[in-house]
Every structure is written in C-alpha cells, then in structure tokens.
C-alpha cells in the first residue's frame, strides 16, 4: 500500500492507528476527509486522526475512548514505551471531557451535517493550532474508500510509512493546551447551533468561501441577534407539513390516463403494439393506464424575497428583515415553491444558494451568507428594481413569481417600474416605519398587498416576534390560495396593519 501513496496520503491514512473513536471510522466512511481537507485549506493544520475522532464525537461517538488493543500492545507501532502510552492515555480523556460539552451533546442529537461540523472543529481547534510551531506536516489528500479500507487491515505498515514525530509531537501540545480547546467548544452558540441545523441539506463539503461565512457566523453579534430572533418565529413555520398529494376518485369512473398503475386499467391500445414495443414500453414504464388518482402539483412557482441591505436598515430593521426573510424562505419551502433570498443596495445580488456541482439551481439556502451580508454600495432604488425587472422579463414565460420587498418607508421607486414589475409577477411590500412618520409612498395601490411594521413593534421582542408570524401567515394563505383551481380561492381577512389588493384592475380604478 506504502509503495502506491503519495506521502501526503500516508500520512493522513496511517495516522488513523491513533484514533480513539474507532468504533465509528466504518460508519463515516470519508466524511472525516472532507472536514480534514476543509480544515487544511482554511490554514488549521491538525493531524487527520483528531479530526476524526472529535468529528465522531460531534455525530454522537460516545466513551469509553482508546486506541485499538494491537495498536496499544504491538511494538512494531513504537507506543510501547511508557510515555507514549500515557500520553494516547491523556488524549482518550481529553476526548471523553469534549464528549460532556454542550455542543457535542447538541450536534449529536440534531445530526448535524458535514459543513456544520467543519465550523465547529475549526472553531474549536484553531486556538490550539494557532500555538503550535511544529512542522506543517499535514496536507490534503483525495478522499478514498478503498484506500482506507486497506488500512484498517494493515495499521501497523501505514502507521510505520512515514515518520510519526509530527503527530505526536502535536497531541503532547493538544494534551498540554487542554482547556484552550474545551473553552473554545463552551463558547459556541447553542442557537447558531440550532438555527444552522434547521436549513442542513449539506450533500459535500462546502466551499471555503461558504465556510468562512459559517464561521463569521459564531462569532458576529449581529448575526446572533437575527438568529435569536429566527428561532422566536421558525418554530411556528415549522409546523407547516406540506398537504395534499393525490387526490382519489372513487367514483364516476377515472379520473384521467396516467403512466403507472396496474394490468386491469391497462389502456388497450397498448394491446396493439407488437411483442418488441409492448415489451420495451413496459420495461422503461411507458405504458399508459386508466387511473383513479390524480397528483395534485402546485404551479411552477417562484418566491423572490428581495431584502433591503441599504444604511438605513441597520440595527432592529436589519434584524428583523433577515430574520423574516430566513423565516418566509423556509415556510415556502414547506409548501413545495421555491424561494430564493436577495439582497439589494445600489445593486441588485444574485439569490444566496449553497454552491454545488452542477445543482446550484436547487441548492439549499445559504442561511450563513444571509446572516453574514453587508451591503457598502450605498442605495440606489431605480437601478435595481430596473434590473429586477429585467431579470423578470427573462423568466416570464418558465414560471410565475411571486416577490416580496423588505424595506423601510422611503424606499421611493419609479411607479414605472412597479408597474412594469407587476406584469410578469405578484408584488408584496414589508415596510418599517421611522420613529416619527407614516408611510407615503405613490407606488403602494400598485402592489398586490403591503404589511406596514412599526417602531414600536420593532423594540418589543414578543410584538416582533407576532408581527413577523402574523406576516408569514398571510403570505401562507396566500400562496395557498395560488395553489387552488380559480373561484376556490379563501377569503381571509388581512392582518392588523396589512392590506391586500388582490384584484389588479384596481390600479386603473384610484383604488
């Protein structure tokens, strides 16, 4: 195995003959790899097996902790000496004082995925690499099964392909800096914790330019205060079960010719077809059948949430934009739309996605970068809503959206523009008012509703809260109501302090 390695991969391999946590290395495969080279590209040099083992422990590796019994018996490994020994001794304790943090108890009973992991053991080791002056040994290496695999069966020539001094010279320091690392776990926030928990449908590493986002994340207050506020509202949003499905007719006959179903609704001029045809149509499940049921999709629908990141959304106003925002995002998703988070300044941004390979289209939101944004490009109203629209008039004929504007009460845009806007999709306004003033804005019976959020309502944290929930649920119903077949639609009344003007003609009619 040595002879077909590169030195970077026998290090990292080879060193898992320390782990303490091993009885969870044939369950994570190289998912420790990728926290490993996540960590390396964002200057953490640890060595691959602490990663690992503190890893597992954040998905939920309980004690008792140590090395494996040949491993601690077999010389050929040269931990039989006493200092060594006691030395894996103190890291297995180490190990078990982590395993008993706030974190670790958290993250392992959420399940926390890949890139959450990775912020937490760069959050917790950093202050200990940071110290260290030891050689920069520890390099990234392509994940492998296969390779790792081979080693599990062959510790003792890994373990001995490359000089080990690097490793153990970095978990005497580790040992030694002990209450460095357990602090920096007792600092994590809980809540971040569980707020990034909520939005993780991470399929790989992140980039490390998302990953730098989640680490801003732990350690900006601005971003706490918003998360705080997430979790007062999400827990309502989360109640949301996406409904329906299909629809049974169980009476009057079929409901309509669908691809899948059973040999006695068969349509029979499939009956017509040769052996070949029948047989080939039958094997890639094209066979057409009378059926009794009927899937009920909702229409290709978007929700553009487009949040103001201007000077004049600092403080309460920016806390409670984003944390609607991150709270209407995710109760369309429950619905089955997609929803998509932008912000805008003087420019319009592009929607804040997870980057993937070749799926960023559907990629999860990037809550961290939507804590994380700061806009600096000043404000400029008629420049974006110029570009929204055009972005609209490319999109208009593959599906219809649905936007809504978070911004304050002089938020004056072109009522060219909005009526422009509001060809090509529905248009809804949040508007935050000063301390002193009423919102006066020529372009408001052009909109399809508005929700009006006061000063006062943004200083109490439980008037906050209802008034978010209260808009999420008015933009709920609505989008509800766009799922349902035309005159079906319900008629609820609008929340305090919101308006809707669901019928556009009265735009012509000073309405």
């Not at 030694?176 to 990034?196: C, M, N, W, Y």
């Amino acid at each position: 195995m040595a002879t077909q390695l590169n030195n970077a991969e026998r290090r990292v391999y080879g060193s898992l003959a320390l782990c303490c946590a091993h009885t969870a290395t044939t369950t994570l495969g190289t998912r420790p790899l990728g926290w490993y080279n996540s960590l390396c590209r964002l200057g953490i040099v640890v060595p691959f097996f602490i990663v690992h083992d503190m890893g597992a422990i954040l998905l939920g590796a309980q004690p008792p902790f140590a090395v494996r019994p040949q491993v601690h018996n077999d010389p050929a490994f040269g931990l039989n000496d006493t200092d060594r020994i006691k030395l894996v001794e103190l890291y297995a304790k180490l190990l078990v004082e982590v395993a008993g943090t706030d974190v670790a108890a958290l993250s392992s009973k959420a399940s926390v995925e890949d890139a959450v992991v990775t912020t937490v053991l760069a959050r917790a080791l950093s202050p200990v690499s940071d110290r260290w002056k030891g050689p920069r040994a520890f390099e990234p290496v392509v994940p492998n099964a296969e390779i790792l695999t081979v080693t599990l069966s062959m510790l003792a020539q890994g373990w001995n392909s490359v000089d080990r001094r690097a490793e153990i010279d970095y978990l005497r320091h580790l040992v030694a800096h002990r209450l460095p690392l357990l602090l920096a776990l007792e600092q994590i926030d809980l809540d971040t914790l569980e707020l990034l928990r909520m939005f993780g449908r991470d399929a790989g590493a992140l980039p490390e330019t998302e990953l730098v986002d989640l680490l801003n994340v732990f350690s900006s207050p601005d971003a706490n205060d918003v998360v705080n506020f997430s979790l007062d509202i999400l827990p309502s949003v989360l109640e949301t079960r996406r409904g329906g499905g299909q629809q049974v007719f169980s009476v009057d006959g079929y409901s309509g010719v669908v691809t899948n179903g059973s040999l006695d609704s068969l349509v029979l001029t499939e009956m017509a077809n040769d052996d070949d045809l029948f047989d080939q149509r039958f094997m890639e499940n094209e066979m057409l059948y009378y059926g009794h049921e009927a899937q009920m999709k909702p229409p290709p629908r978007v929700f553009q949430i487009l949040v103001d990141a201007s000077a004049s959304m600092r403080g309460a106003r920016a806390v409670f934009a984003r944390g609607l925002a991150i709270a209407l995002a995710k109760k369309m998703t429950l619905l089955g739309f997609d929803a998509n988070v932008r912000f805008f300044d003087s420019r319009l941004y592009e929607p804040l996605r997870v980057r993937r390979h070749g799926r960023n289209a559907n990629a999860p939101m990037h809550v961290a970068g939507i804590l994380t944004f700061k806009g600096e490009h000043g404000r400029n109203y008629a420049r974006v809503f110029s570009q929204f629209a055009s972005d609209l008039d490319r999109m208009r004929d593959r599906v219809s959206i649905t936007a809504y504007i978070i911004t304050h009460a002089e938020c004056h845009v072109p009522a060219e523009l909005v009526r422009r806007i509001r060809e090509h999709a529905e248009l809804y306004g949040v508007f935050m008012l000063p301390s002193r003033g009423a919102l006066e804005l020529d372009y408001l019976t052009m909109l399809t509703g508005h929700e009006v959020v006061t000063e006062q309502a943004l200083r109490d944290k439980s008037a906050r809260a209802s008034r978010a929930i209260s808009i999420v649920e008015a933009a709920t119903e609505d989008a509800r109501n766009s799922m349902l077949p035309p005159g079906r639609m319900s008629k609820a009344p609008p929340p305090p302090g919101g308006e809707r003007l669901d019928d556009p003609s009265a735009w012509d009619e000073g309405e």
